[in-house]
């Protein structure tokens, strides 16, 4: 037992030095001031294009809404309506893949 602490103390006394990362490194900080108004601008970007994103899907979305009220009105399901709807809702599954 006592060679194995002997072993231990050894390697903690810093004979073969192990570098350990400095969290106050400049190149790897997040939070440097001169990045933010960088990230910021990517961020405003970034937003600005998610938002253009679903004003796009928006309308056939607003479609299979109204698609489903009229379904409502006339309550029942007619082959026209499944077509279409099928088709809105193709067409929604595209926009939301396009906007992820």
Same mark, same amino acid.
């Given at each position: 037992?006592?060679?194995?602490?002997?072993?231990?103390?050894?390697?903690?006394?810093?004979?073969?030095?192990?570098?350990?990362?400095?969290?106050?490194?400049?190149?790897?900080?997040?939070?440097?001031?001169?990045?933010?108004?960088?990230? $910021? *601008?990517? @961020?405003?970007?970034?937003?600005?294009?998610?938002? %253009? =994103?679903?004003?796009?899907?928006?309308?056939?979305?607003?479609?299979?809404?109204?698609?489903?009220?009229?379904?409502?009105?006339?309550?029942?399901?007619?082959?026209?309506?499944?077509?279409? $709807? *099928?088709? @809105?809702?193709?067409?929604?599954?595209?926009?939301? %893949? =396009?906007?992820?």
């Amino acid at each position: 037992m006592r060679r194995a602490k002997g072993t231990q103390s050894a390697a903690s006394s810093g004979s073969t030095p192990q570098p350990s990362p400095s969290p106050n490194t400049q190149s790897n900080s997040p939070s440097d001031p001169a990045d933010i108004p960088l990230l $910021l *601008k990517q @961020l405003r970007k970034l937003v600005k294009e998610s938002h %253009e =994103a679903g004003l796009k899907s928006e309308p056939n979305l607003n479609n299979i809404a109204k698609t489903h009220e009229k379904m409502r009105a006339e309550q029942k399901t007619t082959p026209y309506y499944k077509s279409k $709807l *099928k088709g @809105l809702y193709q067409s929604a599954m595209a926009d939301a %893949e =396009a906007e992820a």
